[in-house]
T-cell receptor, first 116, second 115 residues
Framework: AQKITQTQPGMFVQEKEAVTLDCTYDTSDPSYGLFWYKQPSSGEMIFLIYQGSYDQQNATEGRYSLNFQKARKSANLVISASQLGDSAMYFCAMRLVGGSQGNLIFGKGTKLSVKP | DTGVSQDPRHKITKRGQNVTFRCDPISEHNRLYWYRQTLGQGPEFLTYFQNEAQLEKSRLLSDRFSAERPKGSFSTLEIQRTEQGDSAMYLC?????????????FGSGTRLTVV
């Protein structure tokens, strides 16, 4: 069965510092995609970054980068130069290529708090 | 375009009542998805539509739940005979043709509280 595990219920980071949010996944399928979403208190899920299982390089999007370690089945999100507006819930998610067209499997999330 | 719109934002209902939520996707998006998010959990897939056709339903979608997307535009999610376990955030997302999960835009959700 496919599963996403986020072991950090909450994290604190000082403004302007970098922070790493952990994500491990479990799948026996060689083809999959990994996503990170941000959910502020307003409720909507905001897409941050995507990594495909066959991508040779780690994904980067502005201040977000994904530390993809395939052998360890981990896909940690790194946020550089944290800002107060980064305070939110962060969810790691996975989709199986060739699997359900509508189905993302989400972890339980990590609540990030940025301190001034 | 103002994004994916969900109505109402909050709903409190008594156990046993029926409730209906509405989702208006981005106009050019042909796929529409419903997810449920309970407290302390990530969203869980419920169902999705391509245009007006409901193509997949999760086993989480019990017989008390029904979703429709008439004419392939807005969608409604109805819960009959609500139970306290139905209390959750119901999220809608849409995506453009060919994008699938890679093009999700989520709405802000409808928070349901069953008392």
């Amino acid at each position: 069965a496919q599963k996403i595990t986020q072991t950090q219920p909450g994290m604190f980071v000082q403004e302007k510092e970098a922070v790493t949010l952990d994500c491990t996944y479990d799948t026996s399928d060689p083809s999959y995609g990994l996503f990170w979403y941000k959910q502020p208190s307003s409720g909507e899920m905001i897409f941050l970054i995507y990594q495909g299982s066959y991508d040779q390089q780690n994904a980067t999007e502005g201040r977000y980068s994904l530390n993809f370690q395939k052998a360890r089945k981990s896909a940690n999100l790194v946020i550089s130069a944290s800002q107060l507006g980064d305070s939110a819930m962060y969810f790691c998610a996975m989709r199986l290529v060739g699997g359900s067209q509508g189905n993302l499997i989400f972890g339980k999330g990590t609540k990030l708090s940025v301190k001034p | 375009d103002t994004g994916v719109s969900q109505d109402p934002r909050h709903k409190i209902t008594k156990r046993g009542q029926n409730v209906t939520f509405r989702c208006d996707p981005i106009s050019e998006h042909n796929r529409l998805y419903w997810y449920r998010q309970t407290l302390g959990q990530g969203p869980e897939f419920l169902t999705y539509f391509q245009n007006e056709a409901q193509l997949e339903k999760s086993r989480l979608l019990s017989d008390r739940f029904s979703a429709e997307r008439p004419k392939g535009s807005f969608s409604t999610l109805e819960i009959q005979r609500t139970e306290q376990g139905d209390s959750a955030m119901y999220l809608c997302a849409s995506s453009p043709p060919g994008a699938g999960v890679y093009g999700y835009t989520f709405g802000s959700g409808t928070r349901l509280t069953v008392v």
